[in-house]
C-alpha cells in the first residue's frame, strides 16, 4: 500500500506544478489546467501497469513469475520438438522411403529419450541405406539406449566395424567400437581404435582427454612393456627410466632411434609434487596439435634418458624416418595430464634432422606462465 501512494504523489505533484499556470488564465485555460492535473497521473499509472512489473509489489508473486518465466524456455522448446517429430511423421507415413527423413526422425526421437520409437525409425533409415556408415553408427548406439543394457550386443559390434570399414573417419563409431572391444576384453583392439580416433581430435578438448584417459586405463590393464632406455650421464647423477609409455607396439626391426637427455635447472628440482610427471613430444616441425609421439614417465630424477622409436609414435603406420625435420620439446606437468598448464615446468621446442643420430639435449627452465 505504502508503494502506491508514493508512486501517486509522484505523479501528482509535477502534474500540479505543470497545471498549475493554467489555472489564473481564462476558462478555457483552467479546463485544461484541470485535464492536465488530472491526466498526468492517470497516464502514469496505465503506463505502468501496462509496461510495468505491479506483481513484483509481492514477494510470492513475483517468485511465481519467475518460475513461470524459466519454465517457458523449456516448455516452448520441448513443444518445437514435438511438432518437428510430428510433422516428420506424417510426410513419412506419406513418403515411407525417405532414407534421410527417417534419419532425422530417428536422431530427434533419440534426442528425447524415446528409444524405442527412434530404433524402428534408424531401422527403416538402415533399410533404405544399408551401406551408410552414419546410419550404421546411430542404430547401434540407440539400440543400446533402447535396451537399457551397457553392453553393447555382438550385432551391434558387427555393425560398428562395418561403419568402421567404410568411413574409417567415423568418430562416433570408433568411440562406440572400442567400448564394445573393452567389454569383450580385447583391451589391444580398443587401444588401437581409441588411437586412431585421437588424432582426429583437438588434444585441448575434453573429448581428447575422455579418449586418452580410457587409452591409458585399457594399457595399464595390458601391462604393455616398459621402454627401459639408457644414456651415458656424468658419474653419480642418477638417471631416471620412462615407466609409461603411450605408444602402441609396433615392429621397430628398421633400428630408428632418437636418443634424447633431458635436465633440469637446479632452481626448480625442489618445487615438484609427488604426482609431477614428465612428458617429452616430438611434433612434425612447425606444426601445433596432436604430437606424433610421446614420451611420459614419473619424476624420479634428473637426467633423464629416452629414446624414441616407431613404437612411440601415435598414428598407426607412421615412421619417425619418413620426416626430414622433427620439433622436441620436454614439460613437466604438476596435474599429471598432458595438457599444458599454468605453473608447468617446460624446456624450448628444439628443431632436428631425423638423419642425424646425435644425441638432443633438453633443458627444462622455463615455467608456463
Not at 67 to 72: F, G, I, L, M, T
Not at 123 to 129: F, V
Not at 145 to 157: E, L, M, T, V, W
Amino acid at each position: 500500500m505504502n508503494f502506491w501512494i508514493f508512486a501517486v504523489a509522484l505523479l501528482v505533484i509535477p502534474a500540479i506544478i505543470i497545471s498549475w499556470p493554467f489555472f489564473s488564465g481564462s476558462t478555457r485555460d483552467r479546463i485544461t489546467g484541470m485535464f492536465v492535473l488530472l491526466m498526468i497521473p492517470l497516464a502514469g499509472l496505465l503506463l505502468y501497469l501496462e509496461i510495468g512489473t505491479p506483481d513484483a509489489i509481492s514477494h510470492r508473486a513475483a517468485q511465481a513469475r519467475q518460475q513461470q518465466a524459466s519454465d517457458q524456455p523449456h516448455s516452448s522448446q520441448q513443444g518445437q520438438m514435438e511438432e518437428v517429430v510430428a510433422g516428420l511423421q506424417q510426410r513419412l507415413a506419406e513418403n515411407g522411403d525417405d532414407p534421410e527423413g527417417w534419419l532425422i526422425l530417428g536422431r530427434t526421437l533419440k534426442t528425447m529419450q524415446r528409444y524405442a520409437e527412434a530404433e524402428t525409425a534408424l531401422g527403416n533409415a538402415y533399410r533404405l541405406l544399408p551401406d551408410n556408415p552414419m546410419v550404421m553408427v546411430e542404430l547401434a548406439e540407440t539400440r543400446l539406449f533402447a535396451s537399457g543394457q551397457r553392453q553393447i550386443s555382438a550385432a551391434d559390434r558387427q555393425l560398428l566395424e562395418t561403419a568402421i570399414a567404410i568411413d574409417p573417419q567415423q568418430q562416433k563409431g570408433l568411440w562406440l567400437l572400442g567400448i564394445a572391444a573393452t567389454q569383450q576384453g580385447d583391451d589391444v583392439k580398443a587401444v588401437e581404435v581409441w588411437q586412431k580416433l585421437l588424432v582426429q581430435l583437438d588434444p585441448a578438448s575434453d573429448a581428447a582427454q575422455t579418449v586418452t584417459q580410457q587409452i591409458e586405463t585399457a594399457q595399464a590393464r595390458l601391462g604393455q612393456p616398459v621402454a627401459a632406455v639408457s644414456e651415458k650421464t656424468s658419474p653419480g647423477q642418477p638417471v631416471a627410466t620412462v615407466s609409461e609409455d603411450t605408444g602402441p607396439v609396433q615392429d621397430t626391426a628398421s633400428g630408428f632411434e632418437i636418443p634424447v637427455s633431458i635436465t633440469l635447472a637446479e632452481e626448480l628440482g625442489g618445487r615438484l609434487p609427488g604426482n609431477a610427471t614428465l612428458f617429452v613430444f616430438i611434433h612434425p616441425a612447425g606444426a601445433r596439435g596432436m604430437p606424433l609421439a610421446v614420451k611420459r614417465s614419473a619424476v624420479t630424477g634428473f637426467p633423464v634418458a629416452v629414446q624414441f622409436s616407431d613404437a612411440d609414435t601415435l598414428q598407426p603406420g607412421a615412421s619417425l624416418e619418413n620426416f626430414e625435420q622433427l620439433d622436441i620439446s620436454a614439460r613437466i606437468s604438476m596435474s599429471g595430464i598432458a595438457n599444458r598448464a599454468s605453473g608447468d615446468y617446460q624446456s624450448v621446442t628444439t628443431t632436428f634432422a631425423t638423419n642425424s643420430q646425435k644425441a638432443i639435449a633438453l633443458h627444462i627452465d622455463q615455467r608456463v606462465p
